[in-house]
Structures are given as C-alpha cells and as structure tokens.
C-alpha cells in the first residue's frame, strides 16, 4: 500500500510541474510536425513533455516501464508488472490551435490491472485521478459514482466524422442514437472526454479508433465511479493495441450497446 501511495504522490507532483512548463511554452514558438496524416500534430512540447515524464519515472522507479505516445520509452508487448501508459498531450490539435482543451493523461497498470489514472486539464489546472478500490477525485474532491441515465436524456460525445460516409464504421449505424440521445458534444481530446464521463457532464463517449495512452488514465477513473470503458462490441479493450472505445455510465452502457451498436449487425 505504501508503494502506491508513493507513487501517486509522485506522480501528482510530475503533472503539476509538467503542466508548468507546458503553460510557459504559450509564449514561444511551437515546432509543429506531422506523423500518420497532416491532421495528426506532434510539437516539441510533446517529446519534451514525454521525455520529462521518462526521466522521473526511471530515476525513482528503475524496474517499471513507460508506454508513451511519441515512442521515448520502453518497447511494450506485454503489460507484465508495471507500466506507465503516457500521452503528454492529448488533444495536440486543441494544443497547438487553442491552447486550451488538451490535457496530460497517465494510467500506470500493473500486469494489465489498472491501478492509478489521471488527467490533468493544463490550462483550467483540473486534475481527475482515481486509485482502484479507493474512489476518484477532482483536484481534492470526491467524484460520485455515476448514476444512470437513459438515452433520452445523454448527452453523447460523438465525433461528427462516424455519423457522415467513413472507413471505420458504417456510419448509418450511429445515426439513430444521434437522433435519439438529448444532445451530441466533441472536444477533441479522448482523455478530457473520458474525464467528463466521468464527472457527469457527458452520459457516454464512442469513438472508432483509440490509442492505449488515449484511454488509460480515464479507464481507471471512469470504472472507479461505476462506468463502464469497452470496445463496440462490449469487451475489454486492448491495452496495447489501438481500438475503438464506448465509454458510458452503467444501463445507458448496455442499452446503447445493445439497442444501436450489437443491433445494428443483426
């Protein structure tokens, strides 16, 4: 148990001052690139970011690992023992145009179970963060566990690219949930997304393709309060592999898995 209250401890302390460095970059020139396609950015405030986590991390835990968006740490193929699932910045584009609905996001696992995830909304100085078995919070505020909420009342976290003609799902088959939930919300960011399930200010979110880092951190707060995190077809994600990701409260996790997403392949 003291282990992992050290290591929370630790890694609260490395957001906070991560986040720090992050806000003094506002004034300078970003060094933005590219990696799959023009529409996925990477800065030097990225890799910087990474690479500081990294450091920490092997300074005070040499024998754990780090899986980390812009590839500085370790080659993952196994979850065995502990590891550190990093995006330094997730919502780059909302970084580099906005600056401001990106966030850090951490889940250190420990032989695939998550047991520490955070996500720490930079600008508005926000921080979720969960310890399996021991509630979730915001900054030093207990999060409730969610209640549930049946589809025509959600607000649903949707990107507008899986209801119009795309390669990852057809997109007819999301088109009745729009219709029927209260209101369809994007913010560009997967972790703040997941945070905001979490909170309650989302009901659920459905996205076609998420990396681990993506997700890690939120998974952890997400199940802490009682939500559910799976793939389309509701079971447990690939931590290592990208995957589509339904993030919901419980009952609308299973009514809009089975009344849109199963049902739709009937």
Not at 203 to 219: E, H, N, V
Not at 236 to 263: M, T, W
């Amino acid at each position: 148990m003291s282990q992992w209250k050290e290591i929370d401890e630790n890694a609260k302390k490395w957001l906070k001052e991560a986040g720090e460095s992050i806000k003094a970059s506002f004034e300078n020139k970003l060094s933005v690139t590219t990696k799959s396609n023009p529409n996925d950015l990477v800065t030097n405030i990225d890799k910087e970011t990474e690479q500081y986590f990294i450091q920490q991390i092997k300074n005070s835990y040499p024998g754990h690992r780090v899986f980390g968006e812009e590839g500085f740490g370790d080659e993952i193929e196994t979850l065995d023992g502990i590891v550190w699932i990093i995006d330094p910045i997730d919502g780059t584009m909302n970084f580099v145009h906005q600056q401001r609905n990106f966030a850090i996001s951490i889940g250190v696992y420990e032989n695939g179970k998550g047991k520490l995830g955070y996500i720490y909304d930079v600008v508005l100085d926000e921080l979720y963060h969960a310890e399996a078995g021991s509630g979730a919070f915001l900054n030093d505020a207990a999060i409730p566990k969610l209640e549930k909420t049946p589809v025509s009342k959600a607000i649903v976290s949707l990107n507008a690219t899986w209801v119009t003609p795309n390669k990852r799902i057809d997109y007819q088959t999301l088109t009745p949930l729009v219709k029927d939930v209260r209101g369809t919300r994007s913010y560009g960011s997967a972790a703040l997304e997941l945070a905001y399930v979490a909170t309650g200010r989302l009901d659920a979110y459905i996205t076609m393709r998420l990396s681990p880092w993506d997700y890690a951190g939120g998974k952890v707060i997400v199940e802490e309060l009682g939500g559910k995190v799976t793939n389309l077809e509701g079971e447990e994600l690939d931590l290592i592999n990208p995957s589509p990701v339904f993030a919901s409260k419980p009952g609308l996790h299973e009514e809009i898995l089975h009344n849109y997403l199963l049902n739709a392949k009937e």
